[in-house]
């Protein structure tokens, strides 16, 4: 299993790693003006890397299985977030879930097993307060489609 990003750990291997291909492109004759151009370049792409890094959206299987504890188990027969989806009656709040994506799903699906917003936060990653507005546009979503029917 992947160590967890941790950013001390990354600035560390990047600065050890800088000073050793500075050190290597001044003794193979390059100028200090295009070293400190590459090490500003370096620096960039460290920086877009680590964003990357500590954004990255979590496996949803991981999740998914996360999820999957014993207590909760009993609460449904739906073992799958297609299981979930599928056995949705409300013709307009499947369509309204599907429209929204995978993480509206999820978030639908882990709260429908009974986890509360913080629970499915912790779990996912998603803030308190994006899960709170995901399912305030859920509900638009559905009353919209829900009003045409």
Known sequence: MAKPYNHRRAENEYVKWKQKDEKFMIMNGMSKEKVKIMRDFDRKQFNSNRRYEEKIDFDSEKIIS????????SLNDSSSLEDFINSISSIAFAE????LGFEVQLIVFLMYRGFNAKEVSRITGIPEWTISRRLSKLERSYYRKKSRE
């Not at 309204?96 to 429209?99: D, G, Q």
């Open 66 to 73: 996360k999820a999957q504890q014993s207590e909760v188990l």
């Open 96 to 99: 309204a879930l599907k429209e």
